[in-house]
């Protein structure tokens, strides 16, 4: 019954390959596949024995994979997937294809409260505030002080139009008090958090890249898990019911996993529009199917390719300049949703 779907769901796990090989070797300086194999294992090596040597010859090649073009990708594959299940828990939830993080403001939300913590903290503490574990408390904190403020309209408004659009006002409010600390920051600290406010891969450290590995992953498994319940859910809470579905823990369950996921990219890749929105439904598109047991994973695993070429698109059309990652997920995401948007009419 499922044969379709579980093939597209091993094409998109085999296609994740080549998107790695392919990020790694394009560039400002292109690396050849074999260079890349050598480093990649030496690298390896190195991480077992740390007086290795590194040959003179792959000197440079090492410091680029290894310093820039691998925790940059690896950071574009868990972002994808984590803000992609997050769009698709948020439509689940809302049971409405128009809703997404970034609509909802709760991506503006856990940018706001990083902004608060680094720029706010820097201009009391020299330096400022760089603990990974402060920054994604902090956009973790945003983001669900977000997300139970739309609940609270949305138990009072039932137009999802309406709102749609006071989630789009509430990302307008987080934007003007980012704009007023960003006129209060100091020079330096101010272009570094600019460039993340329009979303960048760049930033991403190694001790940043294993906490979002260790959050996300667990979250997006945990989503996986749920596909039966979420699918229930979709039908409607009476019907979740009789299933035998907690309704009130399952809800509490949905808004912690899409906070959890949305917070933890946001808080060290800064904001990354329309992912969380366009992956699900082209996940719909390809699987034909509304299940969230095959879409769940359906949406991290192209969530994960379509934000990797995102951002290799941003490294190269403009090179040496760099686009923001959110220029290209917009260009692709904006037509999508107003495909929809005529659709649904």
């Given at each position: 019954?499922?044969?379709?779907?579980?093939?597209?769901?091993?094409?998109?796990?085999?296609?994740?390959?080549?998107?790695?090989?392919?990020?790694?070797?394009?560039?400002?300086?292109?690396?050849?596949?074999?260079?890349?194999?050598?480093?990649?294992?030496?690298?390896?090596?190195?991480?077992?024995?740390?007086?290795?040597?590194?040959?003179?010859?792959?000197?440079?090649?090492?410091?680029?994979?290894?310093?820039?073009?691998?925790?940059?990708?690896?950071?574009?594959?868990?972002?994808?997937?984590?803000?992609?299940?997050?769009?698709?828990?948020?439509?689940?939830?809302?049971?409405?294809?128009?809703?997404?993080?970034?609509?909802?403001?709760?991506?503006?939300?856990?940018?706001?409260?990083?902004?608060?913590?680094?720029?706010?903290?820097?201009?009391?503490?020299?330096?400022?505030?760089?603990?990974?574990?402060?920054?994604f408390a902090a956009?973790?904190?945003?983001?669900?002080?977000?997300?139970?403020l739309v609940l609270?309209?949305?138990?009072?408004?039932?137009?999802?139009?309406?709102?749609?659009?006071?989630?789009?006002?509430?990302?307008?409010?987080?934007?003007?008090?980012?704009?007023?600390?960003?006129?209060?920051?100091?020079?330096?600290?101010?272009?570094?958090?600019?460039?993340?406010?329009?979303?960048?891969?760049?930033?991403?450290?190694?001790?940043?890249?294993?906490?979002?590995?260790?959050?996300?992953?667990?979250?997006?498994?945990?989503?996986?898990?749920?596909?039966?319940?979420?699918?229930?859910?979709?039908?409607?809470?009476?019907?979740?019911?009789?299933?035998?579905?907690?309704?009130?823990?399952?809800?509490?369950?949905?808004?912690?996993?899409?906070?959890?996921?949305?917070?933890?990219?946001?808080?060290?890749?800064?904001?990354?529009?329309?992912?969380?929105?366009?992956?699900?439904?082209?996940?719909?598109?390809?699987?034909?199917?509304?299940?969230?047991?095959?879409?769940?994973?359906?949406?991290?695993?192209?969530?994960?390719?379509?934000?990797?070429?995102?951002?290799?698109?941003?490294?190269?059309?403009?090179?040496?300049?760099?686009?923001?990652?959110?220029?290209?997920?917009?260009?692709?995401?904006?037509?999508?949703?107003?495909?929809?948007?005529?659709?649904?009419?």
């Amino acid at each position: 019954m499922y044969i379709r779907q579980i093939s597209i769901l091993l094409l998109l796990s085999i296609l994740l390959i080549p998107t790695f090989f392919i990020y790694i070797c394009l560039g400002p300086v292109k690396i050849p596949m074999n260079y890349i194999m050598k480093v990649l294992a030496l690298g390896i090596d190195k991480a077992f024995n740390s007086k290795l040597m590194v040959p003179q010859s792959l000197v440079e090649y090492f410091d680029i994979i290894w310093k820039i073009r691998l925790p940059r990708v690896l950071a574009g594959f868990l972002a994808g997937a984590a803000l992609s299940v997050s769009g698709l828990l948020l439509q689940v939830l809302f049971r409405n294809p128009i809703v997404g993080p970034w609509v909802l403001g709760v991506e503006s939300g856990s940018a706001l409260a990083v902004g608060l913590l680094v720029l706010a903290g820097a201009l009391a503490v020299p330096g400022g505030i760089t603990s990974p574990w402060a920054i994604f408390a902090a956009s973790l904190m945003g983001s669900l002080a977000v997300m139970m403020l739309v609940l609270s309209i949305a138990s009072i408004v039932r137009s999802i139009v309406t709102l749609l659009l006071i989630g789009i006002m509430i990302g307008y409010i987080c934007s003007a008090v980012l704009s007023i600390l960003e006129v209060l920051a100091r020079n330096i600290q101010l272009h570094a958090f600019i460039i993340w406010s329009f979303g960048s891969l760049s930033f991403v450290t190694w001790s940043q890249l294993k906490l979002i590995a260790l959050v996300s992953l667990p979250c997006i498994l945990l989503s996986i898990l749920l596909g039966k319940c979420l699918n229930a859910y979709l039908l409607g809470e009476d019907y979740a019911k009789t299933l035998g579905v907690d309704v009130r823990n399952m809800r509490v369950v949905i808004i912690l996993l899409a906070s959890i996921l949305t917070a933890i990219i946001t808080a060290f890749t800064g904001p990354i529009a329309f992912i969380g929105l366009a992956v699900p439904h082209i996940a719909r598109l390809i699987l034909k199917t509304n299940d969230a047991r095959l879409l769940v994973p359906a949406s991290a695993l192209l969530g994960s390719i379509l934000t990797v070429y995102c951002d290799l698109a941003a490294r190269l059309i403009l090179s040496p300049q760099e686009l923001p990652i959110s220029t290209m997920t917009s260009l692709i995401g904006a037509p999508i949703v107003i495909t929809l948007l005529m659709r649904r009419r």
